[in-house]
């Protein structure tokens, strides 16, 4: 289905020319922020592109566990810090897109009142609806009750350890039992219980007569509310009286102090002895009359009764398909839309959501009663598209972050040509498996077993009972129907499908036939009728047809169910597991990549940019963000691999002989395993340190060199350990294995040891000088093509300068801005002029060490950007085909609007291109390659004027610089 390009009058309110991604915590805040924005208005920005900053969880280094939807967050600024940095970006012709989180919120410590208020009075709670809770599971023992796995340890353990401790809270006049920092509340209908206990106490303290008599009263009320109710007028009445008389409790304590005192020295009857086990019931019996259990945090996998932000206990799914839900969890966002305080939205994990096409339009008729406008909000959002899958044109927003752009413009500098023999390297190499859907499909298996055990279960249990109401499907057995469902999941090709009322839309029958197509052929399944019965319901056709035995209402329930699990379980087996596992050419690794695609051909890098110009104008287009994996510098690198795969083959070859002695023994295997060696190589290969030299003799200790190498060897060393737990291979998050993660830190130790004599250094140096080079060239185009193709260029922070980071924490590591800002100024000092000054480009290319070069270029295009927002926003896009001697490494397109005209050449696979250490594939590399383009252009990098009345020659538009963007005059 092709989307219309939008007209002018429905194109979103306001459509940012580029966006520069700020991650604010604690120690970056909204003050810092006011102090950076004359530098990004110099740098051509026009939005800040702001991470959530809601009120978050304490100490929260990125604003994802909301716990207040109607607050800032302290620790990053008060209203008036945001107001004043609104203000300041309004005052330098900018604005803000904020990043939002819809799908859920941090719960568990003591935080968020809402889920509070859920432990304290149950499924009684006006804020029930508001998770995503099933309250009546399978489990007896858990209905009526939220599973909380928050313990460290088994229940009784902690219980007897003492670790359990109930306190008053004088000013609140309530209970709570504590566990560390996480505090669950006691139903005030049990308060009775506790003062059974409290009051022979209270009598012996000598209180005053009054004191005592008012607190008997508030007993007494305490024990009337427990009795309970069943109409909702009546449960919403008894809650009520609940309240009022914690009120009046919290009055009488304020009032008599030592009352307080009393009671919480009277409490200590619930604590219980260490080794004595039954002093400990009535603490327990006290928890085990809550709306809520205790369990240690293992029970979550498979016991687990809320929905969860993938298999994180302490992030509680919203629902905010209910009304209320959306409008108590949108009210500050859309205020500060409607005060013009933010100019889009970003919406977090949409796959997340039950009916993201429904919150959607929702959220888009809020944004205008909100903004007064008769057009839609811009509003992006977090999609992880399939290889095969188009983002939903019926969707009421402006497209997607970008990571599909991400991985096209990346693919360009893969040379598919060397996929055989990088392939049979890494093979030969490591042994592993090279089918990657294979290794996809196992990694799910193992995610649905262990880390998302419990979703699954809850979907299982659903099928079970509506099976029941079918005679011909009833002898499906819960057993049955969860290996049959986690077969389908495990083979299910995208993320999701977005059933809904409507019938399906066909691609989502082809993906659900598909997933049902492949887990058939599965021989450990003999009865093939149970996939009818999923299919049925998965596509909701069951109870379609007059006298159906399946509610269409739990079909749909269950259908919209089923594709909240689909989507968790592919991004913890894809990305998280997977990614780490398949090691052939690790820049492939990305989010929203496929790395079985080595790839991607100009053709078809055309043919999506044509089609995103038309259909998604105003889509995000990011080359770096907080959750990508390898930074996009990092990746240029490797990418350049591919084209010295014979080269690269006797490298690893070399290595592997020359670092083996340094390996350890642990249980029969010698560490590290091959796959995670290779997969060390290649991660060395990205981020070694612009300009670091180490001598063939060693450093001196203490030297800057010696610093360097040993930031460089602990940052590598927190990347390893993460990639090891993440692949679940021989150690897990769950399962940390000491023994081989030490033994593959010390290998790395020896191996990047720069105080003595190291071969292998020597070795590697002299490989990656020229892999470094390469990677200059493609970071630099490919930092070109996000600037100038369709779409809205976001710029992650700091990347205006080489980005040599890895997976987070270490993509979040503090951003030295000042320093940006001094190179910025130095550069306008001298360049800040039409030009032309390509020999002064060219020098900096020379000492692309500094980063200048990149900033020179993110500089020009995003100011370039900022004069043109109208063209860039509108207009088309059209190949160019090359032609000549060079046209194999070239990639040229034109975009148009109006009169004016765009071309953009930039270079790839360029090593045939690059001759000595020194070379650049400049001026007479180009020789006899031409381009069919004619007319007086303006170089936007490096100011030179070209004219050409039948073509241009590539060896002229490349003369000083690797690559143009060329601007009609």
């Known amino acids: 289905m092709t989307r219309k390009a939008p007209a002018l009058d429905t194109a979103p309110a306001v459509v940012p020319a580029s966006t520069y991604r700020f991650q604010f915590h604690a120690g970056f805040t ?3 922020a006011i102090a950076l924005v004359p530098y990004l208005a110099d740098l051509g920005v026009t939005h800040v592109y702001a991470s959530p900053f809601l009120k978050a969880r304490e100490g929260s280094t990125h604003g994802y566990d909301i716990v207040d939807h109607g607050a800032l967050n302290p620790e990053i600024g008060t209203e008036e810090d945001f107001t004043a940095l609104t203000d300041v970006l309004k005052q330098h012709g900018m604005g803000m897109i904020a990043d939002f989180v819809s799908n859920h919120m941090g719960v568990a410590q003591a935080d968020n009142p809402w889920w509070l208020d859920v432990l304290e009075y149950g499924e009684g709670s006006p804020y029930a609806e508001f998770f995503d809770i099933d309250f009546h599971p399978m489990k007896t023992e858990l209905r009526g009750k939220v599973l909380l796995p928050f313990l460290g340890d088994h229940y009784g353990r902690v219980l007897e350890d003492g670790h359990l401790v109930l306190k008053l809270d004088a000013a609140q006049g309530n209970f709570s039992v504590w566990y560390w920092e996480h505090r669950f509340p006691i139903t005030p209908y049990r308060y009775g219980g506790i003062f059974t206990v409290v009051l022979p106490a209270l009598r ?125 969890s949108h009210k500050l966002i859309l205020q500060l839309l409607g005060d013009g305080r933010i100019d889009g939205i970003r919406i977090d994990h949409i796959d997340g959501l039950f009916d993201p096409k429904g919150y959607l339009e929702r959220l888009q008729e809020k944004a205008r009663a909100a903004t007064g406008l008769d057009r839609d909000t811009y509003v992006l959002v977090e999609k992880i598209l399939g290889h095969h899958e188009n983002l939903r044109t019926e969707w009421r927003c402006s497209g997607t972050t970008g990571y599909e752009a991400l991985n096209e413009i990346g693919g360009l500098f893969v040379d598919g040509g060397a996929e055989e023999r990088m392939t049979r390297t890494y093979a030969r190499f490591t042994g592993e498996s090279t089918d990657f859907e294979d290794i996809v499909q196992t990694s799910k298996h193992q995610v649905m077993r262990q880390e998302l055990a419990s979703e699954l279960q809850v979907l299982v249990n659903g099928l079970s009972r509506l099976s029941e109401r079918d005679w011909r499907t009833r002898d499906y057995t819960p057993r049955d129907l969860r290996s049959a469902l986690e077969e389908v999941v495990a083979c299910f090709p995208v993320y999701r499908t977005y059933i809904d009322r409507r019938r399906p839309a066909q691609h989502d029958l082809r993906d659900i036939e598909w ?47 089923a594709q909240q699990v689909t989507s968790p379980v592919m991004a913890k087996g894809l990305e998280d597991t997977a990614f780490y596992r398949f090691n052939r050419l690790v820049s492939l690794n990305e989010v929203g990549g496929h790395p079985d695609v080595f790839g991607v051909t100009p ?37 350049a691999l591919s084209e010295l795969s014979e080269a690269w ?102 191996i990047l040891d720069g105080r003595r004599r190291n071969p292998f250094l020597a070795d590697f140096q002299a490989f990656h000088a020229r892999i470094a080079r390469i990677g200059v060239v493609n970071g630099l185009a490919q930092a070109a093509l996000k600037l100038t193709c369709p779409g809205v260029p976001d710029t992650y922070q700091g990347c205006e300068l080489w980005e040599f980071s890895l997976v987070d924490p270490d993509n979040r590591r503090p951003v030295d801005f000042e320093a940006r800002a001094r190179l910025l ?78 071309v953009v050449v930039v270079p790839r696979l360029v090593n045939p291109l690059m001759q000595g250490d020194e070379g650049w594939p400049l001026a007479e590399e180009w020789a006899a390659t031409t381009l069919p383009v004619a007319g007086r252009f303006r170089d936007a990098i490096t100011g030179e004027a070209l004219e050409g009345t039948e073509g241009l020659d590539v060896d002229t538009v490349l003369k000083d610089f690797p690559l143009a963007v060329l601007v009609s005059e």
């Open 30 to 32: 909204f003050r810092d």
């Open 825 to 902: 100024d130095e550069m306008k000092s001298t360049l800040d002029a039409p030009g032309p000054f390509g020999a002064v480009a060219r020098g900096l290319l020379d000492t692309w060490a500094d980063s200048r070069v990149k900033l020179l270029l993110t500089w020009r295009l995003l100011q370039l950007r900022r004069r043109m927002p109208e063209f860039f926003a509108s207009a088309d896009y059209t190949a160019i085909e090359p032609a000549g001697r060079r046209a194999e490494h070239l990639l040229a397109f034109e975009r148009r609007h109006g009169d004016t005209r765009m």
């Open 204 to 328: 012996k303290a000598g209180l005053a007569d009054a004191a005592l008599a008012e607190m008997e009263e508030i007993v007494a009320g305490f024990r009337e509310v427990r009795r309970t109710v069943r109409s909702s007028r009546a449960q919403g009445q008894r809650r009520q009286k609940a309240e009022r008389l914690k009120e009046q409790f919290a009055a009488l304590l304020a009032e008599q102090p030592a009352l307080a005192d009393a009671i919480s020295e009277a409490l200590a009857a619930f604590q219980g002895k260490p080794g004595d086990p039954p002093s400990f019931l009535p603490l327990h019996r006290l928890l085990e009359a809550q709306h809520y259990r205790l369990a240690y945090w293992r029970t979550a996998s498979d016991e687990i009764n809320y929905r969860r932000f993938f298999q994180i206990n302490d992030l509680a799914g919203l629902r905010v398909e209910v009304p209320a839900v959306f409008d108590a």
């Open 603 to 639: 053709g078809s890098f055309h043919h999506r940019m044509a089609d995103r110009a038309k259909t998604w104008p105003h889509t995000m287009l990011s080359s770096a963000t907080h959750d990508t994996k390898r930074g996009e510098d990092v990746r240029a690198r490797i990418n």
């Open 649 to 750: 083959t006797k490298r690893v070859r070399r290595w592997e002989h020359l670092n083996r002695r340094r390996k350890s023994e642990i249980d029969g295997e010698m560490a590290p395993a091959p796959n995670d060696e290779y997969l060390f190589y290649q991660v060395l290969v990205g981020v070694w340190t612009p300009g670091l030299v180490i001598p063939e003799d060693g450093v001196t200790e203490g030297s800057a060199e010696a610093k360097e190498l040993d930031d460089l060897r602990e940052r590598l060393e927190g990347y390893m350990l993460k990639a090891l737990r993440e692949a679940k291979v021989r150690s897990a998050w769950t399962r940390q294995n000491g023994p081989y993660e030490e033994a593959v830190l010390r290998w790395m130790r020896h």
């Open 515 to 561: 997933a049902i197509a492949q887990a058939r052929k599965n021989p450990m399944f003999p009865d093939e009728s149970i996939f009818d019965y999923l299919w049925s319901i998965l596509t909701t056709d069951a109870g379609r047809r007059k006298g159906d035995p399946f509610p269409r209402t739990e079909v749909l329930r269950l259908a919209r169910k």
